[in-house]
Structures are given as structure tokens and as C-alpha cells.
């Protein structure tokens, strides 16, 4: 006599047609990175790590971690960088808890370990629970973060490697990793870090999801870093061998072998790796906000300041009715706006004061900074080609040819700019107060 196998989900009453009901576990890995020398975020990444920089009024990588937590199964979210656990980033993680109710916790690597080194170093955290896939996302990315478009590409078609990617214009595509896919499989076929030539307009979005049998790859590579390190070191570990690109020592080694897929998006996506990109990832998280946070955005109320477009105050924020703010206007927590101000295209940042009759145009005021009355802050955008639906924006360099170029003006922290002077695409280093008007200056 047989006996009858009953299973789990028939004594639960859950149909095989139902399977996809069942709680599954997923988590989420936010790469942060940590201080660099010569960044490009400087003098804004003086005052606060640059993943907690905020965008569209609130940190960048809280836009990552409010995408995460949305997605169905997701029991933890991990950031990994090396960054010192200082005040401002250990009293966000407390923050995020509360707020999005889950855990959130930093690893902090005792080194750079490249983009695949912390994943490999810190598999044991990662793996722990045996979530069915993992998230990984760079911090210094904005998307509207289709995880959970990307998570049914993965259940209709596992695999351990799931990259996101987008397209690009054939001269902005060499600033990328290119993607080479079997446009019927979406198969990997061939990957290409910043390559010298044009290889293909899909580019590489920086946002993941692996399975946990791609960690294994990444243990090949230690491996292979450690018997590399000990043929010219014979002194035993080499330290080195925790470094791992997931670009080129992963990606571009396993392209064409079956284990990598690229899900397309064609939301919105941009790097920011400076102070420009930060503006523009604003502009775009602003947009964004009219679906996912319409709360967020300021509405013209009588007696208010005239709002054009989208503009974002904190509630602390004290801003004259006779100001006219927008488009893409962020103003942060226990900023001064005086009467007939001009805002547009600009983030100013916590405690700024600008006093009457400013105008301030594509500009990032500093923490603590003042704008003197009827003074003028202005930068000049740089803005992706607005005929071109697939050009990025582009990432700027400082000087061109030995002169700086026309770019954004941005305020260091406490900076004091006096009564009817203009600055105009100039950086100002924190603590300068300045006595006249200065066009194309580093003024240090």
C-alpha cells in the first residue's frame, strides 16, 4: 500500500497555478563606494558622504532604498562601501528603518575592493537566510528602478546574472559598459567596458539582480587574483586579490556563455558623478514624483510663493509669497527665501539664506550659504540634447585645454556672497566670503 505524499502547498490550499503567491526572499545590495581622491562631487562631498547628497530632497541613495522596499519579498537591505560609519550616515540607516520598516545595514570593506569585491567579501551576510536573488545597485545612478519588472525577467528566465540596460547614442555609448544581446534571448552575447570604438548603443545601467550561484564566478576571480598576487609576492596573501571588477573580470570573461541577460528599460536613467548630474538627476526625480510622490511636490496656494512646474520645499523651509520658484527647483530643511527671489534650475541646500531679490539659475547653494539682496548665481546648463531621445547627460570634466569650463555654479558650505554682485559658472570652496563678482573661477 502506498502511502499518499501530501505537500506543503496542498494543505495550504495554494493551486501549482498559485506558486507565485508564495512568500519568496529577496534582498537588496546598495553599492555606496567611499572618499576618493580628486572626485568630481568636491566641494559638495566635503560636508557629507555623497550617497546621502540630496536629490530632489531627499538623500541620493534613499531613492534606491524606497524602490527596494516597494518590491514584494524583500526581507534586507545592505549597503556596502568604505566609508567610516560616521554620525550623518548611521543616523539616516536608523531613519530608513523606521521608515521603510526594514533592516538596512552598512558593511563597511577595510578597503576599495573594486564593484565585485564587497558582494565576494561579504557573501556569507548576502546569502544568509537564502534569499532567491539579490539586487545590486551603484548608488550613483538615478532610475525609476524597474526591480520588479527586472525580477519577472528573471523568474521567466533564471539565470545567474541580470543586468539592466538602456540605450544610448553612438558617441555617448563609449562612456559606458556595452552590452552586445541576442535580441531574441537577450542573451549577453559580448561585453564592453568603455570601449575605444563604437561596439553597441546598449548600454549598462549599473542595476542587478543575481542569482546566488553568481558569487561563484566572483570567487574564481579571487582565486585567480591570489595566484596571480603570489607569483610576485611570496610572502602568503596578497592583498590585492579582494579586488573585483564586475565589469571587466566578470561581465566581460562570462558574456556569450549563457549565464548573462539583459532586461531593457527605456525609464528614466542618468550617472551622477558630479555636481551637474546631480542637477539634472533632480530635474528627472522631480518628474518622477508627479507619479510616485505627488505629495512631495509644492502646489501654488493664494498667499504662496508662484510655483512653475516642479519644485520641491521642505516643510521647515520659509520662502516669501512674491518668490517665483521653478521648474526643477529642490529647496532643502530651514532654508530663507526673501521677498522677490528668482529660483530656477537649482538645489539649495539646508539652512541657505537668499536674501531679496536674488535669482539664482542652475546653481547649487551650499549648506549655510547666504546670497546677498539683488545678487545674481548663475550657471549654464548642460543639458542632454533635447533632439536626441537616447543622448545621457554627459559627464563633465572641469577643465578643457587648460581652461575651466562653463558649468554649473556651485556654493560650498557657508559661503557668503555679497549684495548685487554676479557669480557666474564659478565653484566657491566652503567658508569663502567673497567681496565682488567672478565669472569662470575656482575660487579657493
Known amino acids: ?75 534586507e537591505i545592505l549597503l556596502i562601501g568604505f566609508y567610516q560609519p560616521d554620525e550623518p550616515l548611521t543616523r539616516f540607516l536608523e531613519a530608513a528603518q523606521q521608515e521603510f520598516h526594514l533592516p538596512i545595514r552598512y558593511l563597511q ?166 555636481a551637474g548630474s546631480a542637477l539634472y538627476a533632480s530635474r528627472l526625480y522631480l518628474s518622477q514624483y508627479q507619479i510616485t510622490h505627488p505629495e512631495r511636490l509644492a502646489k501654488h496656494t493664494p498667499g504662496g510663493p508662484r510655483i512653475r512646474g516642479n519644485v520641491y520645499i521642505h516643510p521647515t523651509a520659509k520662502v516669501a509669497p512674491s518668490a517665483v520658484l521653478g521648474p526643477n527647483v529642490s529647496i532643502g530643511e530651514g532654508v530663507t527665501v526673501g521677498e522677490g527671489v528668482r529660483l530656477r534650475e537649482s538645489i539649495v541646500l539646508h539652512g541657505a539664506t537668499l536674501q531679496e531679490h536674488t535669482c539664482v539659475l542652475h546653481s547649487i547653494v551650499g549648506w549655510g550659504s547666504t546670497v546677498g539682496r539683488w545678487a545674481r548665481v548663475e550657471g549654464t546648463p548642460n543639458d542632454p540634447n533635447p533632439n536626441d531621445p537616447r543622448a545621457h547627460m554627459d559627464s563633465e570634466s572641469l577643465f578643457k585645454d587648460g581652461k575651466l569650463l562653463p558649468a554649473i555654479t556651485i556654493l560650498g558650505c557657508r559661503v557668503r556672497i555679497p549684495a548685487e554682485v554676479l557669480i557666474l559658472n564659478s565653484i566657491v570652496l566652503p567658508h569663502k566670503e567673497l567681496s565682488r563678482s567672478f565669472t569662470n573661477q575656482i575660487i579657493l
Open 1 to 75: 500500500m502506498h502511502q499518499k505524499r501530501i505537500s506543503v502547498s496542498s494543505v495550504l490550499g495554494i493551486h501549482s497555478s498559485d506558486c507565485s503567491c508564495i512568500a519568496i526572499m529577496l534582498k537588496a545590495v546598495i553599492l555606496i563606494g567611499g572618499p576618493q581622491k580628486g572626485t568630481r562631487f568636491r566641494p559638495l562631498s566635503f560636508e557629507v558622504p555623497k550617497p546621502l547628497f540630496p536629490v530632489a530632497g531627499v538623500p541620493m541613495i534613499q531613492h534606491h532604498i524606497e524602490a527596494c522596499a516597494q518590491v514584494p519579498g524583500m526581507q
Open 109 to 274: 570593506e577595510f578597503a576599495p575592493l573594486g564593484t565585485g569585491g564587497g558582494l565576494y567579501h561579504f557573501r556569507d551576510q548576502i546569502l544568509a537566510g537564502g534569499p532567491e536573488a539579490f539586487f545590486v545597485l551603484n548608488a550613483d545612478v538615478c532610475s525609476d528602478f524597474p526591480l520588479s519588472a527586472m525580477l519577472d525577467a528573471h523568474r521567466h528566465q533564471p539565470h545567474p546574472f541580470l543586468l539592466l540596460g538602456t540605450t544610448a547614442n553612438r558617441t555617448q555609448s563609449l562612456n559606458y559598459g556595452c552590452i552586445v544581446e541576442n535580441p531574441q534571448t537577450h542573451e549577453v552575447l559580448h561585453y564592453v567596458e568603455k570601449p575605444s570604438t563604437f561596439v553597441s548603443d546598449i548600454i549598462n545601467c549599473g542595476i542587478y539582480l543575481f542569482s546566488p550561484e553568481a558569487l561563484k564566478p566572483l570567487g574564481d576571480v579571487f582565486q585567480r587574483n591570489q595566484q596571480d598576487g603570489q607569483l610576485e609576492d611570496c610572502s602568503g596573501l596578497w592583498p590585492g586579490a579582494g579586488t573585483i571588477r564586475l565589469e571587466q573580470d566578470v561581465f566581460s570573461a562570462l558574456a556569450g556563455q549563457g549565464q548573462i541577460y539583459v532586461h531593457l528599460t527605456d525609464g528614466i536613467w542618468s550617472q551622477i558623478k558630479s
